[in-house]
């Protein structure tokens, strides 16, 4: 089973940065898609963002041009660099191998207005 180790979220300002960091254990990590995820309090998870094995991105419309996940594959790890945060972004982010059913316990993003 896969554990995944989300880090790196913090309050912040708005228009402030964060990176997020996701760890994965084992071996399989550079074979699978690496997918974000954030849910906000009230409401359903949604997607964020892709990073496909190949290194292809792909991001939802509400933080396209804001975020950007990047990975590497030597340590397991993937990114989630924000910038530009709004008070929207505020959630709980996730990762998530696309071939594993394992979440981690998240990580608190909050933005201040």
């Known amino acids: 089973q896969v554990q995944l180790l989300e880090s790196g979220g913090g309050l912040v300002q708005a228009g402030g940065s964060l990176r997020l960091s996701c760890v994965a254990s084992g071996s399989i990590f550079r074979l699978n898609d690496i997918n974000w995820y954030r849910q906000a309090p009230g409401k359903q998870r949604e997607f964020v963002a892709v990073i496909t094995s190949a290194g292809s991105t792909k991001y939802s419309d509400s933080v396209k041009g804001r975020f950007a996940i990047t990975r590497d594959n030597a340590k397991n790890t993937a990114y989630l660099q924000m910038n530009s945060l709004k008070p929207e972004d505020t959630a709980v982010y996730y990762c998530?191998?696309?071939?594993?059913?394992?979440w981690g316990q998240g990580t608190q993003v909050t933005v201040s207005s």
């Open positions: 998530k191998l696309s071939a594993s059913s394992s």
